[in-house]
């Protein structure tokens, strides 16, 4: 197997010879040179496994460079060296195409991460294919240009802020750019920041110490522990409190944590993905999030469609999940009526809603054929009238969240049927016209418990 070659880019003396030395050791080939007008005339001669730039050069910029690379030798990953706290230059060469960035003085175990991570992008180490179960499934022209984001953003250690209405598969998105990453034979941790009480979300964060607080009987690693060398999926950001935005912001610009009751901080290599159903611009106007954690964890955007944009895939998407469905040798289809109904439908809660009213036709429909009349497509489980007398008064005004109004009334109307059945499960689906699965699903959905 040949042995790597990786070019260094930098005009002080004192920092090749570490970068050489270093890299050596780890058995590569180095390739150093100290301006830009002789990086590019390099590049135009050889090809390298990896390059890492500084950002200042005495002729140019380590940006520069940055662009060079992206335009004529796209699969090469670079990395930039800045100085220590220029957080602003980093994110830029993020979003310019760098893969990563170290900042000096430099640390030789970072440096070792880094390069080791940024190796691993060659065809020979990372796996481009992805589980059959977590496929993004669509070949609309909207899907199609998903999926190339998806597989340039895995080439990068960049925060990602995935955005999206709810239902749309932000996590299997997440999933995907982690999957196809250098990072992908190391753990995916997601978390929904909502489901965390907020006198906990610390020490479920970074951990805490025996003895810390009462009731801390045991050590205890954090998420960002249990992520390290992998990926933190962090859903429904949004709903972090505001004390603990600040500490978040300091993990990632610092990349180090401090355990509940520990005097010493930890080292942690962890690429964040975030998402959220809300507007997260409105959030950091109105005051509820902060802009320098919203800067930080927005290094590059990625929205994902909704299903209301792309109808032409609601044949395949329904086809899969009726393929999930049928079991015993059962073979239930549409009928050209229903998927006409199905693909005309303005679906507010998307994929996720597309997938639990096929569920619920598939368990009410007759025979092996679901017909247009058994697609209930007001809100599943939820009867019109039951919607209606629940709509706001003129005087309420208008509805800001439509999805949010009726998780509300979802929330009430399944409480209700509950309540009524004394809390037996199989006799309120019954009651709500639910498959018993179904509604475990809303009861998880809903944190009804």
Same mark, same amino acid.
Not at 93 to 96: D, E, R
Not at 209 to 215: A, C, H, P
Not at 352 to 360: G, H
Not at 428 to 433: C, D, F, I, K, P
């Given at each position: 197997?040949s042995?790597?070659?990786? +070019?260094i &880019?930098?005009?002080?003396p004192d920092?090749?010879?570490?970068?050489?030395?270093?890299?050596?050791?780890?058995?590569?080939k180095?390739?150093s040179?100290?301006?830009?007008?002789e990086t590019?005339?390099v590049?135009?001669? =050889?090809?390298?496994? !990896?390059c890492?730039?500084?950002?200042r050069l005495p002729?140019?910029?380590?940006?520069d460079?940055?662009?060079? &690379?992206q335009q004529?030798?796209?699969?090469?990953?670079?990395?930039?060296?800045?100085?220590?706290?220029c957080i602003?230059?980093?994110?830029k060469?993020?979003?310019?195409g760098?893969f990563?960035?170290?900042?000096?003085p430099?640390d030789i175990?970072?440096?070792?991460? !880094?390069?080791?991570?940024? +190796?691993k992008?060659?065809?020979n180490?990372? $796996?481009h294919?992805?589980?059959v179960?977590?496929?993004?499934?669509?070949n609309?022209?909207l899907?199609q240009?998903l #999926?190339m984001q998806?597989?340039?953003?895995?080439r990068?250690?960049?925060?990602?802020?995935i955005s999206g209405?709810?239902g749309?598969?932000?996590?299997?998105?997440a999933?995907?750019?982690h999957?196809l990453?250098?990072?992908n034979? =190391?753990p995916f941790?997601?978390?929904? /920041?909502? @489901?965390?009480?907020?006198?906990?979300?610390?020490?479920?964060?970074?951990?805490h110490? $025996?003895?810390?607080?009462?009731?801390a009987t045991?050590?205890k690693i954090?998420?960002?522990?249990?992520a390290?060398g992998g990926t933190?999926f962090?859903?429904?950001v949004?709903?972090?409190?505001?004390?603990m935005?600040?500490?978040l912001? #300091?993990a990632?610009q610092?990349?180090?944590?401090?355990? &509940?009751?520990?005097q010493q %901080?930890?080292a942690?290599?962890v690429?964040v993905l975030?998402?959220t159903?809300?507007?997260l611009? $409105?959030?950091?106007?109105?005051?509820r999030f902060?802009?320098d954690?919203f800067?930080?964890?927005?290094?590059?955007?990625? *929205?994902v469609?909704a299903l209301? %944009?792309r109808?032409?895939?609601?044949?395949?998407l329904?086809?899969?999940f009726?393929?999930r469905? *049928? =079991?015993?040798n059962?073979?239930v289809?549409?009928?050209?009526?229903? +998927? @006409?109904k199905?693909?005309?439908?303005?679906f507010?809660g998307?994929v996720?809603?597309?997938? *639990?009213?096929?569920?619920?036709a598939?368990t009410? /429909?007759e025979g092996n054929?679901?017909?247009?009349h058994d697609l209930?497509l007001t *809100?599943?489980?939820i009867?019109? @009238?039951?919607?209606?007398?629940e709509q706001?008064?003129?005087?309420t005004g208008?509805?800001n969240?439509? %999805?949010?109004?009726?998780?509300?009334?979802e929330? $009430?109307?399944? &409480?209700q049927?509950l309540? %009524?059945?004394?809390?037996?499960r199989?006799a309120?689906?019954?009651?709500?016209?639910l498959?018993l699965?179904?509604?475990?699903?809303?009861?998880k959905? !809903?944190?009804?418990?």
């Open positions: 197997m042995i790597a070659t990786v +070019l &880019v930098d005009d002080e920092i090749l010879e570490l970068l050489e030395i270093t890299l050596s050791r780890m058995g590569l180095t390739h040179t100290c301006n830009y007008q590019l005339a590049l135009q001669q =050889q090809t390298f496994d !990896l890492l730039t500084d950002m002729d140019g910029s380590g940006l460079i940055i662009e060079y &690379v004529h030798h796209s699969t090469m990953p670079i990395a930039m060296i800045t100085a220590y706290g602003e230059t980093a994110t060469a993020l979003k310019a760098a990563d960035y170290i900042t000096k430099v175990n970072r440096l070792r991460e !880094l390069v080791s991570s940024a +190796l992008l060659s065809t180490h990372v $796996k294919d992805v589980p179960e977590n496929a993004l499934l669509g609309s022209t899907m240009r #999926r998806i597989a340039k953003l895995a990068s250690q960049a925060p990602v802020y209405e709810s749309t598969g932000k996590e299997l998105v999933r995907q750019i999957q990453g250098s990072r034979e =190391q941790i997601p978390v929904n /920041c909502g @489901a965390i009480p907020s006198e906990l979300m610390e020490s479920e964060f970074f951990g110490k $025996k003895g810390s607080f009462s009731g045991d050590n954090g998420l960002f522990q249990a390290h933190l962090l859903d429904e949004a709903d972090l409190p505001l004390n935005q600040v500490k912001l #300091r990632l610092e990349k180090t944590i401090r355990p &509940v009751g520990c %901080e930890q942690v290599d690429r975030s998402a159903h809300k507007d611009n $409105k959030e950091v106007a109105a005051g902060r802009q954690l800067y930080r964890l927005n290094v590059i955007e990625l *929205n469609p209301r %944009e109808p032409e895939d609601i044949a395949l329904s086809q899969v009726l393929q469905l *049928n =079991q015993d059962n073979h289809e549409l009928t050209p009526e229903a +998927l @006409a199905l693909q005309s439908f303005h507010p998307n996720r809603e597309l997938e *639990n009213l096929l569920e619920r598939y009410l /429909c054929v679901i017909d247009s209930n *809100n599943v489980g009867t019109p @009238a039951a919607i209606a007398s706001p008064s003129p005087s208008p509805i969240n439509l %999805e949010h109004h009726l998780e509300t009334i929330r $009430k109307i399944i &409480v049927a309540e %009524e059945t004394r809390w037996n199989t309120a689906a019954e009651r709500l016209g498959s699965r179904s509604l475990r699903y809303r009861l959905k !809903l944190s009804i418990d």
